[in-house]
């Protein structure tokens, strides 16, 4: 385990159990990569919608991916690199970005892209009566306060400076914004098609990206490839996306195996038989994730700050994900996985200590001769696995006197309303990096303005360190303060971080192309992909 944990924080890959080559000693040259042909992916649950500005959930991420562009894009390695626009300057007080865009770029539609689309679709993030879920990084432009309350019909910071030429000015320095401009929310959309379909573009989509959506229809949706991508044609024909609602991973694998899937995630025994076989191409890769335990610090019982404490202290975070998921994962003691800025190992508050946690329960009043405590949490995956950790956190919760029910929502637009219903109290969620900063994880997670702060933590304190971090340019400072805070986190303890994924995910030795990124699976770019079939 401590060797795992070393390679995840020293951000390395591993590809195991791919093809061996047999003939070393003589250099096999590069295929060229062949035209056509259909991929066939899988989703654990149905995506909301495919709207860049408004889509929440990592599912809907992975398609936009494909079907639109922004200005910038992460390259494998995260690096900011060109995307629709083919250069860039940051003025030297860090509020002026100016960028010249490609001239060949086209929507799906056939119209060609200018800077004009660039401040249409900043402006709809900004829009008075919408809720973005990039809002709070776009709130950050020049003239975006006048703009949301009415005072102004545009918002002054961006401009098209001709047709090939955007213009973007901050109220304030922000560090993130070129990361930001990466994100899945700082795609371009056409007006005329998100006006077209009068609030439902999200079911019908048109970008600029490698592959347009051709159907959506019951389980499955059917991309096909945009003959007119500025980069070229992508290799593949269409993308197939099969939806296993629920997180059906064995039957994911089974389906892989059977060769009706050109790619599946890897859990239990499936993993042990990938990393010893040779048949398939199994990739494991850190990613800059967290898996957590969420409470509802705003009602009932987990308002009490030594309630949650006890919680973290109660379980046994090792044993739980050794036995579930064959150690699979990495147990978490910080909100801030490894790899990523100002993740700091020393932040670590709580060990497995169920004595610890019994002491605390009883100061806050429950106990053997005192009240009982019982707790609902809420789980939108019902795969073996999670069933498994699910009923094994009620085991140690039991031992310290704490009962817990389990309760399943598998459809994730349902599971996601009732994260916002003020009964909720635990709930078990994920948070993968939209980009490869901790304001992505600290600010969103925790802050009080958050619409992802389901936990309903307010700390002004922990607020304003945040902000500050924001404006920081000094990266050490800015590092300290993001250290901070969550510091200040985890002392109040209003989640259970649990573990960070990795990404394991199997595919046919014919799927040529790959690259992937410590932020998973949804940036797995399918442009670069073919298939080698014979």
């Not at 690199?81 to 539609?109: C, E, M």
């Not at 700082?186 to 959506?213: A, I, M, N, Q, Y």
């Not at 490894?338 to 993740?343: D, H, L, N, Q, S």
């Not at 060990?351 to 429950?366: C, F, I, S, T, V």
Request: aromatic share 12%; with cysteine.
């Amino acid at each position: 385990m401590k060797r795992l944990v070393l390679l995840v924080a020293l951000g390395l890959s591993l590809s195991l159990g791919c093809e061996q080559d047999s003939t070393r000693t003589q250099e096999k040259p590069k295929p060229e990569p062949r035209q056509g042909g259909s991929y066939r992916g899988a989703l654990p649950f149905m995506p909301k919608a495919l709207d860049p500005a408004f889509s929440t959930d990592i599912y809907s991420v992975t398609l936009i991916q494909q079907l639109f562009d922004g200005l910038v894009q992460f390259d494998q390695n995260l690096n900011v690199a060109p995307a629709l626009a083919t250069s860039w300057q940051v003025s030297p007080d860090g509020l002026t970005y100016t960028f010249k865009l490609r001239q060949d770029a086209k929507f799906h539609n056939g119209r060609p892209v200018t800077a004009n689309d660039f401040v249409y679709s900043f402006t709809r993030i900004l829009h008075p009566k919408e809720r973005a879920s990039a809002l709070s990084f776009f709130e950050r432009i020049k003239g975006a306060d006048a703009y949301r309350s009415g005072k102004s019909r545009e918002v002054s910071g961006l401009r098209a400076v001709d047709l090939y030429t955007l213009e973007i000015i901050l109220k304030e320095p922000f560090s993130p914004f070129l990361s930001v401009l990466a994100m899945k929310s700082s795609k371009v959309v056409p007006r005329e098609e998100v006006e077209r379909w009068e609030g439902d573009f999200g079911h019908h989509p048109v970008g600029t990206g490698p592959f347009r959506l051709e159907t959506w229809e019951g389980d499955q949706l059917l991309l096909s490839a945009n003959p007119d991508y500025y980069e070229g044609r992508p290799h593949l024909d269409r993308v197939v996306y099969t939806i296993y609602a629920g997180a059906q991973y064995d039957r994911m694998f089974d389906d892989f195996v059977a060769g009706r899937l050109e790619e599946a995630a890897v859990f239990g025994a499936n993993r042990e038989q990938m990393s010893r076989g040779t048949k398939y191409r199994f990739f494991r890769k850190p990613t800059l994730s967290l898996q957590f335990y969420g409470m509802n610090c705003a009602n009932g019982p987990l308002r009490e700050k030594k309630v949650r404490q006890a919680l973290n202290y109660a379980i046994d975070k090792e044993r739980i994900i050794s036995q579930a998921f064959g150690d699979r994962f990495v147990p978490a003691a910080t909100i801030l996985p490894p790899g990523m800025p100002a993740y700091t190992p020393e932040n670590s508050a709580y060990d497995y200590d169920p004595q610890k946690a019994r002491a605390l329960l009883a100061e806050a009043g429950y106990g053997p001769s005192q009240a009982k405590l019982s707790l609902t949490l809420l789980s939108a995956s019902k795969s073996k696995g999670a069933q498994k950790e699910l009923a094994l956190v009620a085991e140690d919760l039991a031992a310290v006197g704490v009962e817990l029910t389990v309760q399943y929502e598998t459809d994730w637009p349902t599971f996601e309303a009732t994260l916002r219903s003020e009964k909720l109290q635990l709930y078990r969620y994920a948070w993968f990096a939209d980009i490869p900063d901790p304001d992505n994880f600290l600010n969103i997670l925790c802050s009080s303005q958050s619409r992802y702060n389901f936990m309903r933590y307010n700390n002004p304190k922990v607020d304003h360190l945040l902000s500050q971090a924001l404006l920081e340019t000094d990266y050490l400072k800015r590092v300290m303060l993001y250290r901070k805070a969550e510091r200040i986190i985890l002392d109040e303890a209003p989640m259970i971080p649990w573990m960070y994924w990795t990404f394991e995910s199997a595919f046919h030795p014919y799927v040529k192309g790959l690259a992937i990124s410590a932020l998973g699976a949804p940036y797995i770019p399918l442009k670069t992909i073919w298939l080698d079939e014979h």
